[in-house]
């Protein structure tokens, strides 16, 4: 079986996932329609062109549809997708809020494949590290810490979209755009923290609404405590990950892995030892991969195509968009509320207080600016 492929949105990452599929890195499934405002140039062979995606949906001519639009549209879009049966992968974020991405979860059927673009769930780096957790080699954590500030944007990334860091558009800035990759990946190591305490500042760097500047506290159930502090306004930003065990401490800097054994647990040391001044004997080695580098956004589709044609299981069910979007919603309600809050905070509750936001927003007026577009420099 060829999976049929039908495209909603023509824009930078839309255009990605079309050259994934017609250079054949995507086997067994051809772009089949695609849907823009305007009609490229060029497309692929055999692809039909449309410009309303309630008309591609109806066509006939899709198996599956990847939505690659601009945030707002996601939930409606998704939800005519999947209530016409085909089957959904979703560009990220999953939508605005967990409250509009649970009204999709509950239009999706037992049959229908739904998947969510959280790429970096598939980079050699991130998988290298959650092998090591989950082989229980760090024993219990106790912290974790992920600067990530590497996302810089200039303001031109904004101005050339209406959509783009505006609450009416995207729902959010830094939290759901750059960082929640980074969101999905630290909960997927390190699970889903039982609180959160969020700092944000809106617009520090750039004449946007939303925020290019975050910092936030977590608590886990189990007592550890964990920071993460993001940004699109930093250069040099920095890409750094601590996450500390009892047995083991791990650190990534953006480039390599290190992974420190200690000789004996902390807390089995620090109990027994008489040394007034002793520290547990360290082992460190690197743990990188050889080949830290493979198209991540590929073989999500590959994944997705598999799920589809023989039942392979999902590397990025949309339900586990949930927790990352979760995350950035307690973040952000946080600094709203001035106050620590429940992780996921209560749907509802955010909801309202996005819908205030998305009530005073309006989308920019795009300037047409010549501009210059290399997609690999965009990926952290």
């Excluded at 949105?9 to 089949?32: D, E, F």
């Excluded at 309303?52 to 990847?66: K, M, P, Q, T």
């Amino acid at each position: 079986m060829t999976v049929r492929l039908g495209v909603i949105g023509l824009g930078n990452i839309a255009r990605q996932h079309i050259q994934n599929v017609v250079s054949g890195a995507v086997p067994g499934c051809t772009v089949s329609a695609i849907c823009s405002r305007t009609v490229p140039d060029e497309l692929p062979e055999g692809a039909q062109h449309f410009s309303d995606y309630r008309d591609l949906i109806g066509s006939g001519a899709c198996d599956a549809v990847l939505v690659a639009s601009p945030t707002f549209y996601h939930r409606e879009m998704g939800l005519a997708v999947l209530q016409s049966g085909l089957h959904l992968m979703m560009e990220k974020p999953i939508a605005l809020s967990n409250h509009e991405a649970q009204e999709m979860l509950a239009a999706a059927q037992p049959d229908q494949v739904f998947g969510l673009m959280l790429n970096q769930r598939c980079s050699p780096v991130f998988k290298a590290i959650k092998a090591v957790i989950d082989a229980g080699e760090l024993g219990e954590i106790k912290r974790t810490h992920w600067t990530m500030t590497n996302w810089f944007r200039p303001d031109v990334y904004f101005a050339v979209s209406d959509w783009r860091a505006t609450w009416k558009g995207e729902g959010g800035g830094l939290l759901v755009n750059q960082c929640i990759h980074n969101l999905d990946i630290f909960q997927w190591l390190c699970g889903i923290p039982e609180s959160v305490q969020g700092f944000c500042s809106m617009g520090k760097y750039h004449p946007i609404e939303v925020e290019d500047e975050v910092t936030a506290y977590f608590t886990y159930a189990n007592g550890a405590s964990g920071t993460f502090i993001g940004s699109t306004g930093e250069a040099p930003g920095f890409n750094r990950l601590d996450i500390v065990g009892d047995r083991a401490s791990l650190t990534f800097d953006g480039q390599r892995i290190v992974l420190h054994d200690n000789q004996t647990s902390v807390a089995e040391y620090c109990r027994s030892t008489r040394d007034m001044f002793g520290v547990p004997q360290v082992r460190s080695r690197d743990i990188t991969p050889e080949d830290a580098n493979n198209n991540q956004h590929a073989e999500i589709l590959n994944n997705f195509v598999a799920a589809i044609v023989r039942g392979e299981t999902l590397i990025a069910p949309a339900a586990d968009g949930l927790n990352s979007l979760g995350i950035a919603n307690a973040i952000l309600l946080s600094h709203w509320q001035g106050q620590a809050v429940a992780c996921p905070p209560d749907a509802a509750i955010y909801q309202a207080a996005l819908d205030e936001r998305i009530q005073q927003s309006q989308l920019r007026e795009r300037q047409d600016i010549e501009v210059t577009i290399d997609m690999d420099k965009s990926y952290r």
